[in-house]
C-alpha cells in the first residue's frame, strides 16, 4: 500500500456502503446484476477478478457459489469494509476470496499478470475521466475465451431525473451532457453502450449482449418496500433485457468475450 494516491473514498465508504447499497434501489441493483453475470459466467471454481470491488457485494455471493474471486480496489477505506463483511461469511467462503488494493487501470501489476475467466468492472467507469486506460486493463487480465463485465452511467438518459424532480433547465442542458453529479456528491462520467462496446472490440472483444439497469428503480422512492424488493427485482430485471425499456435505464451492463 505504500505510494498509494490520498483514498478519495474514505470519507464515502459508509454512505456508500451503509447507505446507497443497503437502500431497496441498491439491493435490487445487486440482485439485477448478479442474475445477468449468471447467464454469462462459466461455471465455478472459474476465476472472477472484481474491480472496483468495494465492499464486496458482487463478489461475495460469487465465492459462496464456489468460484475464487480477487477484489481489486484503490481505495483502503472500501476493502475495509470488505474484510468487516467478510469476516462474517464462511471459512470455506473466505478461502475463495483475497483483497488486494490497487487502481483498476494498473491491475495487470496488482494480479502480478494473472488472467481471469470472468472480468467485472461495474460502477466504476462513470468515476474515472478517460475510459480507455481502465478497458485496455479489464481486457488484459482476462483469460482467451473469458468475459468482461462492465456496468457504466447511461449517457443517453441524462435528462430524465432532472426532468422528473422538475429541474427543467439541468434537464435540458442534459440532453448534451457527458455527466452527472451523483447520488453521493461526487461528478460522474456517463458512456454510451456503442462507445464502449467500441473500446472493447478495440481490444479483440466480442460483444455478447448488454442490458439495463435500474429503470423504475431508479425514479422512484423506495424506501417504503422493502418488503417488496423480490417482485421489483424481478420487474427490473424484466425490463433491463427488453426494448425500448433496457435503453431508458439509469446505467447499463455490457457482456463482452475476450
Known sequence: ?????????????????????ATVKGRVRTYVLHQQLLAHLPPPPATVLDVGGGAGHQSFPLA???????LLDSSGAMLAKAEQGLASETAEVRERVRLVRGRGEDAVVAVAGQKFDAVLCHGVLMYVDDPVPMIDALCACAAPGGIVSVMAL??????????????????????????????????TRADTVAGLSQLLVGQGAEPLAWYGVWLFADWMDLDADENRIAEIAEVELEAARRDPYRRLSRVFHLVVRA
Do not use: C, I, K, Q
Not at 500500500?1 to 447499497?21: C, I, K, Q, R
Open 64 to 70: 459462496r457459489m464456489g468460484y475464487d474471486v480477487v
Open 1 to 21: 500500500m505504500n505510494g498509494m494516491e490520498t483514498d478519495a473514498w474514505a470519507a464515502l465508504a459508509s454512505p456508500f456502503v451503509e447507505g446507497a447499497y
Open 154 to 187: 447511461n449517457a443517453e438518459t441524462l435528462a430524465v431525473l432532472p426532468a422528473l424532480e422538475g429541474r427543467w433547465s439541468d434537464a435540458l442542458a442534459a440532453f448534451d451532457a457527458h455527466g452527472e453529479l451523483g447520488v453521493l456528491g461526487v461528478d
